[in-house]
């Protein structure tokens, strides 16, 4: 089996912790690529058998238009991912059309500033907008908006992603 992981980051937290979890699962012996939504075609995509989708959470669910404008204002535009071209997509249009092979399991995570309903959860609604809400979800839990990684979550990813090497 190998895995994909397609993330979306506008402070760098979200992509490491894909990251750690393509660690995870390299540590259980499956092959892990992390790819942005622009990069995550369908011949990307083709032959994977676990496929894990990953956002920060914004305003309680996944990043919008206005969301990743005002993350960018803030100096979170993630470098490349949308600067333009091919790469140039958040996860809300990848999802639009997520050239996911029928095969393949999926999972997704966020990162949130905490773990409560209040917090709200991306993956929740990337697995919603997949009709997927029984695949395994993780929300990483970051020290605030422009991260890092809170302690021990960077170590929790990892773990999380050695877990999904089991089918
Ligand atoms: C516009 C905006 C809205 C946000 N709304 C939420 C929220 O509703 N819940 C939450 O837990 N964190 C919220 N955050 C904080 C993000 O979760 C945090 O910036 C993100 O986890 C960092 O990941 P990144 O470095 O990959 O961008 C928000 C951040 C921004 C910029």
Redesign the pocket.
Known sequence: MTAVIVVE???????AAAQEIARGLQDAGVPARVLSPGQATGEALAGAGLVVLGA?????GLPTTA?LA??AA?G?DDGAERAGGPAGRSMREWLATAPIPPQARVAAFD????RSWL??SAARQILKALGRRRAPMRSLV?TG???PLAHGEAQAARAWGAELARP
């Open positions: 980051s506008c402070f760098g937290s979200t992509r920060p959470t914004h305003n309680r969301s005002k993350a803030a979170g990162t949130v500033t905490g917090h709200g970051v908006t422009q991260g």
